[in-house]
Structure formats: C-alpha cells, structure tokens
C-alpha cells in the first residue's frame, strides 16, 4: 500500500520561508504534486514534477515555490519562499501512476491516485 506523509508545516510571518517534504513508500510515480486546500475554498494543484523532473507551477506561485524529488532518499519537496499569507492551507503530498508528460501539469490537475494526510502551513501578515 502505498504511504504519502508530509511534513515541515509550519505558522510564519509573511517574506518568511518554509520547506515541505514528503516521504513516500514507493516512488515509481509519473506524476507527483503538492496541493493546498485553504479554509472555505476549493483544494488547488500548486505544483507537480513528471518523472523526467519536469515541473509546473500555477502562476501565484512562480519564483517563489519550487518542487523537487530525491528519487534515492523518495522524497518530494516544496521549498516555498517570500510567503504570503494567502498561502496559508492545508498542504497535501499526491502521486500518480498514470498523469504524464502534458497532462501531469498543475494547473490543470484535480486529481491524483494516491494522498498524504496533509501539513498546515500559517502565514501571518
């Protein structure tokens, strides 16, 4: 069974930065991403990376987020910098075994195979 957990969630004051990571039991993914669910609205694709290495990112976080994985340690990461505080949400680790090339692409992913629980991030202004 495969087992997403996120981790380095954390309350911050704006400009600040953080770094997620999330450990996966398997990393054999063509797709992985990082979402965010943010309180009252609708969860949204953030950032996803192909198994090329290939990323995208949705444009309120271009220069400022950036996705990577270690495939020896599998592990993804989300560096976020110059946090906002309408980056404050529920972060969640995903991973698919089917989304490649074009379609593993964030702003138009909605949906992955497999989840982690989630990581808060806070960001006060």
């Known amino acids: 069974q495969v087992q997403l957990v996120e981790s380095g969630g954390d309350s911050v004051q704006a400009g600040g930065s953080l770094r997620l990571s999330c450990a996966a039991s398997?990393?054999?993914?063509?797709?992985m991403g990082w979402f965010r669910q943010a309180p009252g609205k609708g969860r949204e694709a953030v950032a996803t990376?192909?198994?090329?290495?290939?990323?995208v990112y949705i444009d309120s976080v271009k220069g400022r987020f950036t996705i990577s994985k270690d495939n020896a340690e599998n592990t993804l990461y989300l560096q976020m910098n110059d946090l906002k505080p309408e980056d404050t949400a529920m972060y969640y680790c995903?991973?698919?075994?089917?989304?490649?090339?074009?379609?593993?692409?964030?702003?138009?992913?909605?949906?992955?195979?497999?989840w982690g629980k989630g990581t808060l991030v806070a960001i006060s202004s």
């Open positions: 995903a991973a698919d075994s089917f989304l490649a090339g074009r379609y593993c692409d964030a702003p138009r992913v909605h949906n992955m195979d497999y």
């Open positions: 990376i192909d198994s090329d290495g290939s990323t």
């Open positions: 398997e990393f054999t993914f063509t797709c």
